[in-house]
């Protein structure tokens, strides 16, 4: 095709096009990276250079981790950041099986009962409850104060269960009648064939499940007391609210975290997440591009 014939999109960006992509791109990177390294040097540097520079460092003179030794040395945030943790693996292995299982059940034409129960689920999509009544249902069943308070009122994501009933719905039929005709039964098809095969749907919808949980801190703030939060009620409280907090250990109200305390309690919530995306952007990104070709 020659250069005349082409359309506007496939001919090559003119120079000053590049140029302006790239420094869009440069601003761009540095309003993400900026902030999170001030964040992170702050927390590294010593509260004397915190004040002497305004409360903010951008690249500590002698860096220290007396700020992680203090929040890690047995207080309310190394309890809060095992609440996170165990919350955030047990939440998600839990609603990534129960989505798995509902997803798969709903994506099978001749289910007894699929239609009704998919719109009854959609309907909670259109029509989510309210604050009040979600609380007087966990009130009822006894899970105030409770970790399960976390994790079974969202343990099914709507969105998340239509994504993967998309995508099983999307696999070969074929692939469906050998294994019937082989003898497979429901859950071995699942976990033979259709699990392998949807490993990339499986990564992204796990990963959104891990962030849901990870961030979660507003269901904390209504049905659990101050000494069971997870890592984002002491952040939020720590660092938004700039409180005191009481130690679960002795019992007795802390001061006002200092700046340095309040950013490394910030980089704790924040790394955990970033440390693992990078082992799943293959499958996120095989993932997403596929949802987008199927729909």
């Given amino acids: 095709m020659s250069s005349q014939a082409r359309p506007g999109w496939m001919e090559k960006p003119k120079p000053v096009t590049q140029v ?12 993400v990276c900026v902030p999170f390294l ?22 500590p003179t002698e860096p220290t981790l007396q700020a992680y030794r203090d929040i890690l040395s047995g207080g309310i945030v190394t309890h809060a950041l095992g609440v996170s943790a165990g919350v955030t693996v047990v939440g998600t292995v839990l609603s990534l099986a129960c989505t798995v299982t509902l997803a798969y059940a709903l994506s099978r034409p001749g289910v007894f009962g699929g239609k009704p129960v998919l719109l009854l689920i959609l309907f909670t999509f259109l029509f989510p409850p309210g604050m009040i009544p979600s609380y007087l249902l966990v009130k009822e069943l006894g899970m105030l104060d409770s970790y399960s308070s976390l994790v079974l009122p969202v343990l099914v994501n709507v969105f998340n269960l239509v994504v993967l009933r998309g995508f ?13 005709l082989d ?21 992204v919808v796990g990963l959104f499940y891990a962030v849901a949980y990870w961030n979660s801190w507003f269901f904390a703030s209504l049905y659990l007391e101050s000494d069971h939060w997870p890592l984002q009620q002491v952040l939020r409280t720590y660092v938004v609210s700039g409180l005191g907090l009481t130690d679960t250990t002795t019992g007795e109200a802390t001061v006002t975290a200092p700046q340095t305390i309040q950013m490394a309690v910030l980089v704790l919530a924040t790394v955990p997440i970033l440390l693992v995306y990078p082992f799943l952007q293959r499958y996120f990104t095989k993932g997403v591009l596929t949802g987008a070709i199927k729909s």
């Fill in 20 to 31: 302006a992509k790239a420094i869009a791109l440069v601003v761009v990177v540095l309003l």
């Fill in 38 to 59: 001030v964040i992170l040097s702050t927390s590294l540097a010593s509260q004397q250079e915190v004040v002497n520079n305004g409360g903010w460092v951008l690249w």
């Fill in 168 to 180: 099983f719905q999307g696999i070969p039929e074929e692939l469906y009648e050998a294994a019937r």
């Fill in 183 to 203: 003898g497979a039964g429901d859950l071995r098809v699942l976990w033979t064939i259709v699990l392998p095969l949807s490993k990339a749907a499986l990564a």
